[in-house]
T-cell receptor, first 116, second 116 residues
């Protein structure tokens, strides 16, 4: 079974608009971390935002926010005020386990295209 | 530089050749991961080191794949008798350990392997 599911292979958004990229996850581990990474066409993976399973508040980093709904096991990425440079692949990832037994699992990604 | 460094960036191998991919993680990073990323897909976990100990190699697709990190810093991923299905980008990532940090992965630029 997929542990990280990203159901949107591709998304379009108009410049300056907000966009939500979906991510659901599956784990029985009570302690886990959720991450979003951006991968531009150049190939490097860029860390965007992190949410811990015990965090009470949704994470925010500048224009990025993570809509964490624990009961639904979803961790959607919201990008506000989209810019042309936001066009890239976006990957949701989950780290399971406590210190010493890390394993990071990635979703299949969503390709975002920002339109001028 | 201060980031994760991978070499070679590009490798073309004839089917049946052995290849070795090198990863130089961020100094002081205890954890090191290897991922395989096929075109248009998310990174797939291969193996994980904590210092020199290989704690998880469950993602290595066959016994042709071997990874080592003998001194707890530089790591080498070796693929013996390469096959066409081994063509992919091989990503190396490193991370700090400890409960005080998010466990963010820092990625290298990847080594793109093409097997003819």
């Amino acid at each position: 079974a997929q542990k990280i599911t990203q159901t949107q292979p591709g998304m379009f958004v108009q410049e300056k608009e907000a966009v939500t990229l979906d991510c659901t996850y599956d784990t029985s581990d009570p302690s886990y971390g959720l991450f979003w990474y951006k991968q531009p066409s150049s190939g490097e993976m860029i860390f965007l935002i992190y949410q811990g399973s015990y965090d009470q508040q949704n994470a925010t980093e500048g224009r990025y926010s993570l809509n964490f709904q624990k009961a639904r096991k979803s961790a959607n990425l919201v990008i506000s005020a989209s810019q042309l440079g936001d066009s890239a692949m976006y990957f949701c990832a989950m780290r399971e386990g406590t210190s010493g037994t890390y394993k990071y699992i990635f979703g299949t990604g969503t390709r975002l295209k920002v339109l001028a | 530089g201060a980031g994760v460094s991978q070499s070679p960036r590009y490798k073309v191998a004839k089917r049946g050749q052995d290849v070795a991919l090198r990863c130089d993680p961020i100094s002081g990073h205890v954890s090191l991961f290897w991922y395989q990323q096929a075109l248009g897909q998310g990174p797939e976990f291969l193996t994980y080191f904590q210092n020199e100990a290989q704690l998880d190699k469950s993602g290595l697709p066959s016994d042709r794949f071997f990874a080592e990190r003998p001194e707890g810093s530089v790591s080498t991923l070796k693929i013996q008798r390469t096959q066409q299905e081994d063509s992919a980008v091989y990503l190396c990532a490193s991370s700090l350990e400890g409960a005080a940090n998010t466990g963010e992965l820092f990625f290298g630029e990847g080594s793109r392997l093409t097997v003819l």
